[in-house]
């Protein structure tokens, strides 16, 4: 090994010899003349010692610089960016005005920064110029290479902009599968940024594309409208790839029709243990009825106190036609279980609480209505007109994962508490983190009398510690030392309740050494103080994901008025009764096109497949007693 790792160095001279060879006269007994014309530069088989050695026995210069391109890139296919960039570095000053060498120069020198952590700085290095004539291949590198470039760097606008400047060097058959990367990427931009980019102009089938997402999101949730829309655009943009054949959940989201119901059942827990858990949710759904009133549209709320399957049975009865509800997780097991037995004949009623039928009044079973449940369950019934809405502490940690992600943050550590909720938190963290890097995350559990030396022992805190003492033991008490923490770690993600936070920060904040860093620290909004000012005074800068909503100012000044006793709790709830009412008309819609995003009050929310409702949450920052929106 060591015999190996000492003959870089050499080699690296000859390089530069063998460079500095380029510029001199041209010898008059060369020992092997090299055609350029047979040296192709886009793939290096060959190991990086071999072209060097070619390239010294070479007499035109054209001819030894593909070769020592060939070597750097063979450096970089084997992970050497420092040799490669020993090349790259000799052959800059003499490099020929050649388009193809001044362009794979480019791309491996890109490929050094990119190895070495500099994106940024490589995107700036891979820049082509229009008028240069290059090899398809060579083209198609550079388009790779950029659109890699900014996934890594998380623009995915820019991105998608790439991929559509590399569509139009290709054939239509080629370009295929950059239309649908271009399509799912912008599907999941804000409509509020595509639209911002759109006004900016630009390139006219990049446009076609920012205006159709921005449609699809705008009007999704009336086809009639969005058929109208499309219509307009595929006139705007005939030769458009989209305009000849549309993207297929697009085309889906078209043919799917919306839920109009006319008679909404709620059941909810109205009496008992629960009904204090309820009743907010409650309160929501007749606040967003009351906001946009319509006779023809009527609620009817069924109490699951004395049985889920008796409420639902009632509201069949009465005619329902969509269903939202139950709470319990329990009740949701049972709603879910009476799907997969025989259907039982069903009597139509017009009273709440009518009697039972009699034989002679049975009737043919009907089909179940849609449902949107307000919880989830370890197995979900998946069906078409079923949907799974819950305020999930296991979506906010996933959802924070993406946050942090987007920041920036490569070596998260998370302190989360030893019990139930700590651990589903931390592993649905970890599962969206690894998801997102291929690394698993660093966590640490914490029970309430173990809180310091968890934190401790998270800091490598107590290693130097020890260290301290055994060189006290030596040298005497009067040698002064300080602590070291780690300085690997690039963020910390509590998960905790609002109860341990005030003590578990102040850990923190004493843990980290004068030598390193402070790091940004995150947290849920299970941490989220009420309306203690002095308490929140001492958690500062830490950031914390809620709904919308709560981090609106002002935004709950009536509920507040009407309801003073609640907490942060009772409000997310509230606004769940209230985002569970509006979603109904918008559900179908969001399930055919994943791409559709309600801007709820609790959150960003999409529908997936399965019929599970995912919240994008927004953050906050605490800054001098106040938790102010980011």
């Known amino acids: ?53 070619q390239a010294t026995k070479a007499a035109e210069p054209a001819t030894r610089q593909r070769l020592l391109l060939l070597a750097a890139k063979g450096y970089l296919n084997s992970n050497q960016p420092e040799s490669a960039a020993e090349i790259l570095t000799a052959l800059k000053k003499n490099l020929l ?20 952590g500099h994106l940024g700085d490589a995107l700036t290095q891979l820049q082509f110029q229009s008028t240069w004539q290059l090899p398809q291949w060579q083209w198609n590198n550079y388009h790779q290479m950029r659109v890699r470039l900014y996934e890594k760097t998380k623009q995915p606008v820019l991105q998608a902009r790439e991929l559509n400047d590399w569509s139009q060097h290709l054939p239509a058959d080629e370009a295929k599968p950059l239309y649908q990367q271009i399509w799912t990427l912008l599907k999941s931009v804000p409509e509020e940024t595509l639209e911002a980019q759109a006004n900016k102009g630009g390139d006219t089938a990049y446009l076609g594309w920012l205006q159709l997402a921005y449609l699809a999101k705008h009007y999704a949730v009336d086809p009639a409208s969005l058929v109208s829309h499309l219509d307009g655009w595929q006139r705007a943009n005939p030769s458009h790839p989209a305009a000849l054949q549309l993207p297929q959940d697009l085309q889906r989201a078209l043919n799917t029709k919306p839920y109009h119901p006319q ?10 243990e629960r009904a204090d858990i309820a009743e907010p949710i409650r309160q929501g759904i007749v606040a967003a009825y009351l906001a946009e009133p319509d006779d023809s549209v009527s609620i009817n709320f069924y109490d699951t106190a004395t049985g889920a399957a008796k409420a639902y049975q009632q509201a069949l009865q009465n005619n329902a036609d969509f269903i939202i509800g139950p709470l319990l997780p329990n009740e949701v097991e049972q709603i879910l279980s009476l799907g997969q037995q025989p259907s039982a004949p069903i009597v139509p009623s017009t009273t709440t609480g009518s009697a039972q039928p009699t034989p002679a009044q049975a009737v043919s079973p009907r089909a179940a209505p849609p449902e949107l449940f307000l919880n989830h369950t370890s197995k979900l019934l998946v069906n078409k007109d079923k949907y799974y809405f819950a305020l999930s502490p296991t979506q906010e940690s996933a959802d924070a994962a993406q946050r942090m992600y987007q920041d920036g943050i490569e070596r998260p550590l998370l302190l989360a508490s030893d019990d139930n909720i700590g651990h589903r938190m931390a592993e649905s963290f970890n599962v969206s983190w690894q998801a997102l890097t291929n690394e698993p995350a660093e966590i640490h559990y914490f029970s309430a009398d173990k809180m310091r030396d968890t934190v401790q022992d998270a800091l490598n805190v107590s290693d130097s510690q020890d260290r301290i003492k055994q060189i006290k033991s030596i040298l005497g008490n009067q040698i002064k030392a300080d602590f070291r923490s780690r300085r690997d770690i690039d963020a910390i993600y509590m998960i905790c309740s609002n109860q341990a936070l005030p003590l578990l920060k102040p850990y923190i904040d004493v843990n980290f050494s004068v030598f390193a860093e402070p790091v940004p620290i995150y947290t849920s909004s ?98 001098h007693g106040v938790l102010r929106p980011q």
């Not at 380029?22 to 040296?39: A, H, K, L, M, Y």
């Not at 005005?97 to 070495?116: F, G, H, T």
């Not at 909503?549 to 769940?576: C, E, F, H, I």
């Open 97 to 116: 005005a050649d388009p193809e060498l001044m362009a794979e120069y480019r791309i491996l020198n890109a490929r050094v920064l990119e190895q070495q």
């Open 263 to 272: 008679h909404i059942a709620v059941l909810l827990p109205l009496s008992g």
């Open 1 to 53: 090994m060591l015999k190996s790792q000492n003959l870089i160095k050499p080699t690296i001279a000859i390089v530069l010899l063998a460079s500095l060879w380029g510029c001199g006269s041209r010898p008059q007994q060369p020992t092997e003349n090299i055609q350029s014309q047979v040296i192709s530069l886009a793939t290096a088989n060959a190991t990086p010692a071999s072209y060097i050695a």
């Open 526 to 623: 299970r941490a989220r103080q009420d309306d203690s000012r002095q308490t929140v005074q001492e958690l500062n800068n830490i950031t914390l994901s809620d709904i919308p909503w709560l981090l609106q100012n002002s935004s709950d000044s009536n509920v507040s008025s009407l309801w003073p006793s609640w907490g942060n709790t009772q409000k997310r709830l509230y606004a769940m009764g209230f985002d569970s009412l509006q979603l109904v008309n918008k559900l179908a819609q969001m399930r055919a096109f994943p791409g559709y995003q309600f801007n709820g009050r609790t959150g960003l929310l999409s529908v997936d497949s399965d019929g599970v409702l995912n919240r994008q949450l927004k953050w906050g920052k605490y800054w």
